[in-house]
């Protein structure tokens, strides 16, 4: 049996080296249809994911982010703290993150004011690890201060404008109990390090030193430990931050609805059990955000779906293109082995061989080929112009739209070679008079296509795109919406297909007229067995038509951003 196996991978191999320039090109196409197929999925991924992580990144601090707060009481932090540093662990599992906790008190009044006539006030405030995102001008930070003035430092704007330095004093007074005073000593004065660093929440006393309101001008905050801070409330409630920045760099497209939910939900766990005037404020849009951009996605998937679709029709057919020439080749070759005892199956097991042989390697390498291809977009492309880097990665997805474009391949190759197994004469037969009308028009599948393609073409003048919303309002991408500019194409193909054989007599009887005997063979030839050249036709249109189609999608697609971009600017406005 072993022997037997050998020499038929001898004969395969054989055959295949005495057909090289078409097995070769053969070869190049299944790789390129293996290649398109895979970079379908692997682009989609991989633009879609970086838009997602540059959207978030590029939306404002206090929006793509999460701030939980509460109002607390006296001896209360470390019982809420707990809640916190519990819930939001598991709201956040999908991308992790980091909490940065900080609190502010209420007003007091500075001092040297009328008591009638209070407009300056100053907050105190503790922030968790502000070592790291500011640096001390002078002095040193605080430390836990346990009788006496309370230590504080403040920002360099606020000293100046304030006229304070180390070691400054300041009697301040609560402006809801008259009795409670809290006297600060100034130990140090510091520089915000980054302005737009998301620590500060793009809060203007945090990093400018001053909030100007319409009655009262806050100067501040005072910043002193959390110990502190919390020891000397005296009886005032303060208000307890908890910011979430969660790792966008982690989160995957497949993720996005699941934190949509978590952060949705994160208010209600928060709060599970407590007093309605005790609650804990959850205060972000990042859910909104993802909910925008999963619908950016799904309009950047369903155009990349659009022209993965239409490439594999147009690699498919070069595919049977290469495999009816390989046929026509071994006709009278496939006919000798069949009169020479040679069955159908193991003429056909032959071919399957040979397409292993070429399909194999094809669907091992186009992933990374497809891989490799889009880092140039890096470098080159619209992609490169913006600073939208992609890191395509191979998924299973690619993978599997690799084999089964390599399995289509192997039975593109195989299946005209079953069609063909005849005996020497009738495959000397069939090289005689060919028919006029091909499959696809004898059986009226081009006017099929024509009608469905214009069933879809009327589905998207209705639904204005390939996003469609079901009853329970989810957004979702529609197969047969997707799949209609390619059913159009091709069925506009088909059908110009019947006019090769008019044109082609049309020519003829012209050119039968002239003088020259080039002219007149060709078109006599043409005219006499049209399908012969409607085949090369055939593929020559639908290349047309695809480049076309990326014209004019992508002239509407920049069309479509730049009114984007302009209804988000807006206009002048003149005075």
Known sequence: MTAIVAAAWRVVLRRAQANWPI?????????????????????????????????LHDSPIDQANVEVSIFSAPGEYDSVDKIVSSVTPNAFATTGGTIERSGRSESFALPGQPAN??????????FQNIQQHATLVQGSWPTDSTSGPI???IPETAANLLKLKTGSTLDLESRRISTFHVVVRIVGIYRVNNIGDAFWWNDALSTGGLETGASFTTYGPFVTTPNTFFKNQGGLSAQVF???????DKLTVSEVSTLIANVEGLKNRLNQGRQPNDEFDVDTTLNQILRTAQRSLLVTRSGVLIVTIQLAILAGYALLLTSNLLVDQRRVET?????????????VMMALMEALILAVPAAIIGPWLASLSLRIFNHIGPLASISLPVNPVITRDAYALSIISAFGCVLALALPMLMSARTFVQARATRGRQASHGLAQSAGI??????IAILGYWQLSRYRGQIT?????????????????????????IIALRLVPLLARIIDRAASRQR????????????????????????????MAIGLFALSYGSTWELSQQDQANYQVGADVWL
Do not use: C, E, K
Not at 35 to 54: F, H, K, Q
Not at 335 to 347: D, W
């Open 469 to 493: 919303q079901t009853v329970q309002g989810r957004f979702g991408i529609d197969p047969f919406l997707v799949a209609a500019p390619a059913i159009g194409l091709l069925a506009g193909a």
């Open 242 to 248: 908890w910011r979430i920045y969660p790792n966008f």
């Open 23 to 55: 097995l070769g090109a053969a070869m190049l196409t299944i790789i390129l249809a293996t290649t398109l197929l895979s970079a379908g999925p692997i682009y989609a991924g991989a633009v879609t994911l970086s838009g997602l992580r540059r959207t």
């Open 151 to 153: 230590n504080v430092a």
């Open 516 to 543: 020259g005997l080039v002219a007149s063979l060709g078109a006599w030839q043409v005219a006499r067995r049209p399908l012969r050249y409607a085949r090369s036709a055939l593929l020559l249109m639908i290349a």
């Open 335 to 347: 006919g000798l082995l069949h009169s020479r005892g040679a069955s159908t199956g193991q003429i």
């Open 446 to 451: 081009d006017l099929m296509l024509v009608g």
């Open 117 to 126: 006539n209070v407009t300056n006030l100053a907050v105190l405030a503790f």
